[in-house]
């Protein structure tokens, strides 16, 4: 799956649907999905997400904003949806110049949102897999498994070009007529000056003024440092203030300021909605569910009170084993032994105040407790939560050891943008969350020096692409085990990632072995451009590295092979090569040339180097049908490209 197959199934729908309604292409993706493997499906999704998160640009959501006469967050998600589904050719011309949508007659308001196709490929995933309910966590958790490759990234990215103000900002009152003037005036779109945002209060504004335009901002920090500031709070700053403890996740906090006011709040909608809200996010949702009732008879119903009810009655189902979703309850820990793994991350790693909470789990909950930098650990420490309630499928030998719980922490420097979902920064957490879920898709367990590898490098800005599981040596012997109530325990190990090279030495020597070639002053940090140990300085840059060299010729036998730096490094082709008697044992006796080296050039023995033959069928795959020839053959290749047979050499 690639963009070409991606587009070329939506323009096969688009053209069966022949203009029916958006239902019909709908069904008829899903049944074009439906036909692929699992992998295919997900890909697809992946391919699709990111054409989304490509085309979450301000321009385009302002040409949504004046087609449709308004467009909220949801609203802009089925308008690029609708986008995608008009084909390659109108996507990447709307990016261009958004203003371009006044020329296409399928931009009608109220018929530019396409809601449905951002769940056709869930719908064709259920269908292969089988599933009778619709299990969005099991979807979603299959998908971060099959992250998009990296080079299809870039190859998606390389093909849009972006109008020059794609990215300007844009007021719905004013300045949209100069912006989109083919649009506006195609939707009679008038701009009304008098309605732009207020600046930022100043000194001289009043609190509740400074308040409102805090929390419009999302700046809840200052709103908490204000009203903290006071002497005394009046009624309506303790709920000010236990909304904004809410809006930064500490839910406790709010908790406990809006049981000041207990017996004035239980009358006010607005208090019953905050309590629900801070006690849903606690996981008491019953007591949840009864806030948001409470505020609806209280006629403070509202879309928001609405939903976060749903949301409470749904968690109750499935812990209550009914319901949609109700069979696929992740493993979790027991409230006494995740009490016993938070004090032991606080007590050894740092205390933390952010959580990132994942919002799906269809096996496992896995949560990454956010240790920020201080002075005597200057780095980040991100450390899941959530691992150890399942017990790993350990050697019958080991099982004594208590090996079947853990738990895995990653170090990133300072500067590391733990909040951007850029695969350059968030691969990290991704592969703490992969490294989570692999116990129990493979049924196998993961402990001290086991190695996962990526298969290529974990993001285009680094070459490193193995998951080394080590111990966590920077925080004391203690932070290794957390003993829970009981006396079970769970292990704390830290991920480390490595080079191919240093992988394939430690699965050859021993990880105590690869311990001991690391120097002294290795930082457990991660370093994306690090030093490779394994390789000498001044070493060649050699076209093909390591991680993408793919098994292509596996056969008994020698394998030691002749070529020069002309095929390896510069990335020619092989023009000429030959048999001759062996050297010794491992040599298969192949020599192998670009053909347009000089006499002067093959007598430099820096210009040349012994190979394994799968390494130079990878630069040159044509070879493979000749390395069975016998000694004494050689080959050159002609104009056409094609190898012939020199009689004699």
């Not at 096969?12 to 074009?32: F, N, P, Q, S, V």
């Not at 070879?623 to 012939?644: E, K």
Request: glycine fraction near 6%; aromatic fraction near 12%; proline fraction near 5%.
């Amino acid at each position: 799956m690639n963009k070409e197959t991606f587009w070329s199934i939506i323009e096969e729908a688009k053209k069966r649907a022949e203009g029916a309604c958006y239902g019909a292409m709908d069904r008829l993706l899903t049944e074009a999905l439906s036909a692929l493997p699992v992998e295919e499906i997900l890909c697809w999704q992946q391919i699709f997400q990111e054409y989304q998160r490509l085309s979450y640009k301000e321009k385009l959501w302002a040409a949504a904003y004046v087609i449709n006469g308004g467009c909220s967050d949801d609203g802009f998600d089925y308008f690029r949806a609708w986008l995608t589904a008009q084909g390659k050719e109108l996507f990447l011309a709307a990016l261009a110049q958004p203003d371009c949508l006044a020329d296409c007659e399928q931009a009608k308001e109220d018929e530019t949102e396409f809601e449905e196709m951002l769940c056709v490929a869930c719908d064709a995933y259920f269908k292969v897999c089988g599933m009778k309910e619709r299990n969005y966590e099991a979807f979603y958790s299959a998908l971060d498994r099959h992250p998009l490759p990296e080079h299809e990234r870039a190859s998606i990215a390389a093909e849009i070009r972006y109008a020059p103000d794609i990215d300007e900002e844009w007021d719905e009152d004013s300045g949209l007529s100069a912006l989109l003037p083919k649009l506006c005036a195609k939707f009679e779109w008038v701009d009304d000056d008098d309605g732009a945002d207020s600046p930022e209060p100043d000194a001289s504004a009043s609190l509740e003024e400074k308040i409102r335009y805090w929390h419009e901002n999302e700046r809840h920090a200052d709103i908490i440092i204000a009203l903290e500031a006071l002497p005394e709070l009046n009624y309506d700053q303790i709920g000010q203030l236990a909304r904004a403890y809410n809006n930064i996740d500490n839910y406790d906090k709010a908790m406990e300021l809006l049981d000041r006011v207990r017996e004035q709040g239980e009358a006010d909608p607005l208090w019953q909605y905050r309590r629900g809200y801070a006690l849903y996010y606690l996981d008491r949702e019953e007591e949840g569910a009864a806030c948001f009732e409470k505020a609806i008879e209280l006629g403070g119903e509202d879309a928001d009170t609405r939903e976060l009810l749903d949301m409470c009655q749904e968690e109750i189902e499935r812990k209550q084993g009914t319901g949609e979703g109700a069979h696929y309850a992740p493993e979790m820990y027991e409230e006494a032994e995740l009490d016993a793994v938070e004090a032991h991350i606080q007590t050894h790693f740092g205390n933390y105040e952010n959580v990132f909470h994942e919002i799906a789990s269809p096996d496992i909950h896995v949560d990454i407790a956010v240790i920020k930098p201080t002075p005597e650990r200057n780095y980040y420490t991100l450390v899941t939560m959530g691992m150890g309630a399942h017990r790993m499928n350990v050697p019958e030998e080991l099982r004594e050891k208590k090996l079947d719980r853990a738990e895995i922490l990653v170090t990133l420097p300072p500067d590391w943008d733990i909040n951007n979902d850029a695969e350059e920064w968030y691969w990290p957490l991704r592969w703490l969350k992969n490294l989570a879920r692999l116990p129990i898709e493979y049924d196998t367990w993961l402990g001290w020096g086991h190695t996962v590898p990526n298969g290529e490098p974990f993001a285009d800005n680094t070459k490193l692409s193995v998951a080394l599981l080590s111990g966590a040596y920077g925080f004391g012997e203690e932070s290794a085990v957390c003993v829970l109530p009981d006396g079970d325990e769970v292990n704390f190990y830290q991920f480390l990632p490595l080079y191919d090279e240093e992988c394939e030495y430690k699965v050859n020597n021993g990880m105590s072995a690869l311990e001991e070639y690391f120097p002294d002053d290795f930082s457990m940090v991660v370093d994306i451009t690090r030093k490779n140990y394994l390789i000498v300085e001044g070493s060649k840059p050699y076209g093909i590295p390591a991680h993408k060299m793919k098994p292509l010729y596996q056969e008994d036998g020698p394998q030691g092979c002749l070529a020069t730096d002309r095929i390896t490094v510069d990335g020619e082709k092989v023009g000429y090569l030959y048999r001759e008697e062996p050297d010794n044992g491992a040599d298969s006796g192949w020599r192998f040339l670009a053909g347009d080296e000089s006499q002067a050039y093959m007598d430099n023995s820096d210009f040349s180097a012994v190979y394994a033959l799968n390494t130079i069928c990878n630069y040159d795959p044509d070879i493979i049908p000749l390395l069975d020839s016998p000694s004494g053959t050689a080959y050159y290749r002609d104009q056409y490209g094609v190898f012939r047979e020199e009689k004699t050499i």
